[in-house]
């Protein structure tokens, strides 16, 4: 375990918090010292939710400890079964409560709750992380829910096409959309009217809205379609393993993934894809003559393996970007986003350390970030434009308006999210022609919203323009001083590439030995490295 | 203001000593509180403002119950002569804010 200010994920017991509040009619006793309450607020503020969880934590406190903890958490699983009188109980601990080894699991199964499901969750706090413990608690729920259902072995699987027999529709179950995932709410929704107009229903979603009974009617499907793996992967093979229950697993976010899921899905029920007019406007915003100037954009992506990896394809295939930079902080997935980022030449950056995602950001010299909202602060304090693509969330990635990602106006949302951060195609051209113009410096780049340029915020300072009285020599780290002239002439150098062009004059300094970076040594190295 | 409850996680009553004779003669105190119970209390007893948490503001918000943020006590500058408007103004905020809003045609 180490000491961080910030985290990607949270301890498992907040993937079970998010899989219980997502639900309807489910509740967590969650052994926990009475600092873990804090989870609440993941959900009231972040979510904007109107309701507590529907958890109860046994809040023990350090005087507690002493006497006997068992019977607190006893009392409370007593208390919330009758105030709540839920329809499945979930009972886990926190990473510190799993340190007294109560086991309220095996306490709560000694218990006589009136015959209500119970699940004991074993989340091991200090190996596993938040999207884990998630995937579990949905995994054993399901599990718990649907054990007297599970055919004999030796039962062939049901065909996935035996609603031609039946006289309907076909129907799948969408799974894995949770609260605090992103945008999942919306995903459903355009999910399922993507279905309907193949002539597909939808059985069941969840864990977001799902009941415990709506669980039970998983079977009744013809498919389960994974949305997010992070959440749902688990389940999903337990589900084809112990009900012969098919898996769609494309992921319909951009439009190849969307046409590869519709294909993957129809061939596997045995419907004829149906013909979709334009259904996206993004191919066309794309080859229209503005995006001309989105044609080799540095790229930096990184997020949840979903997320990561469908940026990358959509970045490099339907933006025409060059990705520069490509990881994920989702551990039990890093073989896939390994391999996504083999296809695009790169080796893929596995890290749940968001200064190391930082310091790969600064030296892929990216012109877009593509992250998560802490990778909205990285960019932000290096000057690079941004935008959200995963969790984990800030308040402002859960929109009031309807803007998913997957799906035909998922395709749209992305295609406007992620342009317009960077400077559009004439502007970019008229800054370049105009950088010696006090009204194009730096400071007036009014999407970044960096503010007028009297501010003496760090790259301000170093994006000094042109016209103002040269600054004293600034000294490097380890002793290398540009000089005035060479500051200057570095300032000329359009802004996005001039942190590179300062990295690269400084390693060509420091190997020749030289002290002062004067715009000579600039254009020397420049020469040197276009050799 | 008439003081419905004091709520603490955690009450050193020997260090506080001196704040807690300051607080009107009967005033409910509850330390380490069951939330759910509180919560019944503050449904029963309607107050007119509850500072709380950010866990508890929106859904306490929802039931109708206006809040006021726990922590911007802890951040602003509140102390002495000096703050005592703006202290009265962070209790005010909300109220106002409630009376400001209006959804119909």
Redesign the interface.
Known sequence: MELTLWTYEGPPHVGALRIATSMEGVHYVLHAP?GD??A??LF??IE?????PPV??T?F?ARDLGGDTAELVKRSIN?AVE?FQPEALLVGESCTAELIQDQPGALAAGMALGGIPVVSLDLPAYSKKENWGAAETLYQLVRGLLKDQIPPPGTPAPSAQRWQQEGRRPRVNLLGPSLLGFRCRDDIREITGLLDRCGIDVAVVAPMGARPADLQRIPTADANVCLYPEIAAPVCSWLERSFGMATVRTVPIGIGATIAFIEELCGLVGLEPPHFDEPSRLPWYSRSVDSTYLTGKRVFIFGDATHAIAAAKIASQELGFQVVGLGSYSRELAREVRAAAKELGLEALITDDYLAVEKAMAEASPELVLGTQMERHSAKRLGVPCAVISSPLHVQDVPARYSPQMGWEGANVIFDSWVHPLMMGLEEHLIGMFRHDFEFVDGHRSHLGEGAPTQTSEPQAQATPAQAPPAAPTATLEGLVWSADGEAELAKIPFFVRSKVRRNTETYARERQLQVIDSETLYEAKAHLSR | MELVEVGT??LDRQLLVSELDLLPAGTQISE?Q???RQLDRVRRAKPDLVVC???????L??EGIATKWSIELVFSPIHGCDQAGDLAELFARPLRRRSLLSFTA
Do not use: F, I, S, W
């Open positions: 009475q309450t804090y609440d607020l009231t503020m904007r939710r109107d309701k507590r109860t934590y809040t406190q208390q105030r | 996680p955690y380490g069951d939330v759910e948490g950010l866990g508890l503001a929106n859904p918000e929802a």
